[in-house]
């Protein structure tokens, strides 16, 4: 793990970070670009992560705990801005993990996909 001091990233890597993502460019090539383009400096993958998350907001994300003991039984994330698919037909991404099958948590999950778009 790197040194707190060796993460830190410049003004002009966030702007680049934040230019390359608003382009769609996805998070592995960001960190390509940021590695041959500042050769010197140490890019660590979670200080990009961590810019997108910040600078790039919209994303919507959902923890559900239950028990005494407060333990995670589902997390759920996504961005509510549509994307179009090969048959021009939009579509919401979502992505979530569960840790059982039962009717209750697919309501859970309908529920948040409700609150995260509005409708």
Request: hydrophobic fraction near 40%.
């Amino acid at each position: 793990m790197a040194a707190p001091q060796y993460r830190c990233l410049t003004f002009e890597m966030r702007d680049d970070i934040e230019l390359l993502a608003a382009s769609s460019v996805h998070t592995g090539a960001i960190i390509n670009v940021l590695t041959y383009k500042y050769p010197d400096q140490y890019i660590h993958a979670h200080s990009v992560y961590n810019i997108i998350q910040v600078e790039m907001p919209g994303w919507y994300i959902d923890a559900k705990f239950e028990g005494s003991d407060n333990h995670l039984v589902g997390l759920l994330w996504l961005h509510p801005k549509q994307i179009d698919n090969n048959y021009n037909r939009s579509q919401l991404v979502a992505t979530a993990l569960i840790i059982d099958e039962q009717k209750i948590t697919f309501e859970w999950i309908l529920q948040e996909l409700l609150n995260a778009t509005g409708c």
